[in-house]
T-cell receptor
Framework: GENVEQHPSTLSVQEGDSAVIKCTYS??????FPWYKQELGKRPQLIIDIRSNVGEKKDQRIAVTLNKTAKHFSLHITETQPEDSAVYFCAASRFGAGNMLTFGGGTRLMVKP | EAQVTQNPRYLITVTGKKLTVTCSQNMNHEYMSWYRQDPGLGLRQIYY???????DKGDVPEGYKVSRKEKRNFPLILESPSPNQTSLYFC???????????FGSGTRLTVV
């Protein structure tokens, strides 16, 4: 089955700096890669996703890049703010392979004011 | 409002006493799933369903059962709970495998 590894497990940045979280996946047939944000005590919420037919996607301060050859994808947050502090999860799945969505282990992002 | 509703939010039970966590979605999604979240282990998929009467095991199915008799409901059943099933459980639904999940609010289960 799919295996998703996520790094780093914790990340501390100063407000206004950029943050980058990286994930690698094992199944070369995976073609859908969502990112979730989970604030303390809350449910995971989808913040951005990318499909394998594109290499990059942006939404305001958030961007995701995908390198299919290397089997890795990354989340980039620019101009970080204290409210970006949360745990971020990457995930991967393959269309047509059932309903399996495999998550990475999570990254705790702390943005210091 | 489009949502996934799971109940209860908190549950403390004793070893061996059967329990059910309910999950319902109002988005007409085909796909539903249960995850458990444990510190240091992230989100692990327990069971999933791709349609009514179609369910399959995820990564950690032992000790759990599910059913999908109606499209909107996907209950999680623990026939004989044990302390190692103490965890935070999330129900989720999505349109298909090319879309992300919408998660419920979570159920914090403690088995003593």
């Amino acid at each position: 089955g799919e295996n998703v590894e996520q790094h780093p497990s914790t990340l501390s940045v100063q407000e206004g700096d950029s943050a980058v979280i990286k994930c690698t996946y094992s199944d070369s047939a995976s073609n859908y890669f969502p990112w979730y944000k989970q604030e303390l005590g809350k449910r995971p919420q989808l913040i951005i996703d990318i499909r394998s037919n594109v290499g990059e996607k942006k939404d305001q301060r958030i961007a995701v890049t995908l390198n299919k050859t290397a089997k890795h994808f990354s989340l980039h947050i620019t101009e970080t703010q204290p409210e970006d502090s949360a745990v971020y999860f990457c995930a991967a799945s393959r269309f047509g392979a059932g309903n399996m969505l495999t998550f990475g282990g999570g990254t705790r992002l702390m943005v210091k004011p | 409002e489009a949502q996934v509703t799971q109940n209860p939010r908190y549950l403390i039970t004793v070893t061996g006493k059967k329990l059910t966590v309910t999950c319902s979605q109002n988005m007409n999604h085909e796909y539903m799933s249960w995850y458990r979240q444990d510190p240091g282990l992230g989100l692990r998929q327990i069971y999933y369903s791709m349609n009514v009467e179609v369910t399959d095991k995820g990564d950690v199915p032992e000790g759990y059962k599910v059913s999908r008799k109606e499209k909107r409901n996907f209950p999680l059943i623990l026939e004989s709970p044990s302390p190692n099933q103490t965890s935070l459980y999330f129900c989720a639904s999505r349109r298909d495998s090319n879309y992300g999940y919408t998660f419920g609010s979570g159920t914090r289960l403690t088995v003593v």
